[in-house]
């Protein structure tokens, strides 16, 4: 057991107003850092034990090596974590010294969305920037290839200057490509942006976007990880950060991906944990457009074309989503005298919408047509199609 | 009433052995043409009096002014038509002028898909070229917009060619733009295409795809209108004309149309009509794509890139339809442990599978990440994902 003026000391930095939390509420917050030191991320095995037994109960079962989940799973997790123990405390200060703030789930501000995540939630995140950011408001992933075309960065630019003059938080990977094309333009539309890193945060990645990050996290944004500092990003920290980015944000968009581009797997993990997945089509004959085709014909994508398009995936009617209608008047009017649940003759119709009977007829017929209208025995209904058309 | 003589020198050339026919069967035939000539395309009380009366019937109580479904939609009619009688003999003299057979539903080589279109069904088909062409094997429309880019053509080229080699036969409406370049491709590909003209057959339209026309009817394909030879097309008949080229076709693709394109009218009518709808996504920035990305977006399309997903979108299995799996050896025999109905414990997994239970315990973990298993309970089952993996 850790003591009190430890535990501050530990914190101190890293959580504001750290002196002024009792001490359980210190030891929680501790033993979540702790746990990021720890585990890899995604380790199921420390999850289920911290939701069993709370972050600090689950770090002093893993540290007496007691068998508190008493099971095989759980002592080859204490014997995987064991080599970690001396590097929680070098962690912690290196985070201080590159100024990261912690965030956990025992924070008020810790953002909900990942606990969606289950046991595999991250433990904390490692912040640099506004740890607000993460927390409020809508957010969307913007996400796509390294190796983007012209076209990709440009339609990565524009949905992400869109969205996030829309006030919505574009969330991407800080990589090069879409995701550093959707940071910048969104930055330059004075928007907010999180980038989810799978490294430590005191390690910016890739080096040549060290100067983004930084204005990143500078303009009201943040950039986490849920490594501790001093971690090397490698590939399973890469596809372990992809779940963090689609399950921070209300949507995931991928705006140009290859047929097996890591996008695709944040892609997979926001269809996963159920969020609305959109993909901007491309050329066919583009191969950096394969990706995006792929999500649409088989994970159920939407298409995604304008920034508008974008915040209709979540839910927001977008400045011009009632596109004029191309309904005529008489159509309206026919439309307008039918039910979608009970059924009306004809000459009902007719009646209701002003029409003769005989124009009436014709009306419907066209609207059948059109699927707008369909019949039942000599009754009609509204067909499938009208609010398509509405 | 006419005489037998009578009808026999009407349908002759029109109809290859009208002399062998019996009286109705003649009778019939003729009918069904007549009304072709009275009507335009989709009168709905046409197509119910034919309906209810058969062909003759309606045309005997049509030329006797009888009130058979007495009503004044009826009467309407009646008078609507009125002004065409005395054009009938002079169309069907046309018809055996340019060398057009006739087809009517009273015909075995009738294509009864165009009997989905119910009172709207058309009267008869004028054919130049094979009657075959319409009535056997699978179909694909392949249409799109007149003002095409070098892009949209080239896709077309590319899906009509593989469809078309596959001995699907490809139809469309004989425009320029992507229509043109479908029939073309079709043709170069030795494959059999079919083109429904707005207009009488004896009329090409465009002038400029007079040539392509005669192509299509000589290489085994077919040029067909609903309305009698010497019509001209107009605006109703080309929007009619549509529902023709959609009911014909199993699936139709919609392969580069503008926002308001007549091509979205066609795939109005393919949706209207249950038929497998599917649309070439292209750049966000080309107008040229917008209808087809409103496809995608409104009426639930099929993202459509290759020969092979039109060929899936008929139901065939196209060549390379099964992607080389990116699962590994060890995922592979977890999912093959798991069952999508009954839920399995860690440990019995692990035992199925072969592996240690913390390695299934890992493996179950990363699986459920993706969607590949989802827990009930502390037992496992297959998770939605499975199948688009599998």
């Known amino acids: 057991m850790t003591s009190r003026t430890q535990l501050v000391a530990s914190l101190e930095g890293l959580v504001p107003g750290a002196s002024e939390l009792d001490t359980d509420e210190l030891r929680e917050r501790h033993a979540y850092a702790a746990w990021s030191c720890l585990t890899e991320p995604g380790d199921a095995v420390a999850g289920a034990a911290i939701q069993a037994l709370g972050a600090a109960g689950a770090l002093d079962a893993a540290r007496s090596g007691s068998a508190a989940p008493a099971d095989e799973t759980w002592v080859a997790g204490v014997r995987r974590w064991a080599p970690r123990w001396s590097g929680i405390s070098d962690a912690f200060d290196r985070a201080r010294t590159c100024g990261a703030r912690l965030l956990t789930p025992a924070d008020p501000e810790w953002p909900r969305h990942l606990d969606d995540l289950g046991v595999h939630a991250p433990r904390c995140l490692w912040v640099q920037g506004s740890p607000a950011a993460l927390a409020t408001g809508a957010a969307v992933a913007l996400v796509g290839a390294r190796a983007a075309t012209g076209y990709g960065e440009h339609v990565a630019g524009e949905l992400a200057a869109g969205v996030g003059g829309a006030g919505i938080t ?27 890193v799978a490294g430590g945060v005191d390690r910016p990645y890739p080096a040549g976007h060290a100067s983004l990050l930084a204005r990143i996290s500078e303009a009201g944004g943040a950039v986490a990880a849920e490594v501790p500092c001093g971690t090397s990003p490698t590939k399973w920290r890469f596809l372990q950060r992809n779940r963090l980015i689609a399950a921070l944000s209300d949507a995931t968009v991928v705006v140009e991906a290859g047929w097996r581009s890591g996008s695709l797997n944040t892609a997979g993990h926001a269809a996963a944990l159920g969020r609305p997945l959109g993909a901007v089509p491309g050329p066919v004959t583009s191969a950096a457009s394969a990706g995006c085709h792929r999500l649409l014909r088989e994970y159920d994508a939407r298409c995604v074309t304008t920034p508008d398009e974008v915040l209709e995936l979540l839910g927001h009617e977008g400045a011009d989503a009632e596109h004029p209608s191309d309904r005529t008047d008489d159509r309206t009017r026919l439309l307008d005298a039918l039910s979608a649940r009970s059924g009306r003759m004809t000459s009902d119709v007719a009646r209701r919408a002003g029409f003769s009977e005989d124009e009436a007829q014709t009306l419907l017929g066209f609207a059948e047509l059109d699927g707008l209208a369909r019949r039942q025995g000599d009754r009609w209904l509204r067909g499938a199609e009208t609010d398509r058309h509405a």
């Not at 969330?171 to 330059?188: E, K, T």
């Open 170 to 196: 574009v969330v991407s990977g800080g990589a090069y490509g879409i995701d550093g094309m959707a940071h910048r333009a969104a930055l330059a539309g004075g928007g907010v942006t999180v980038a989810f």
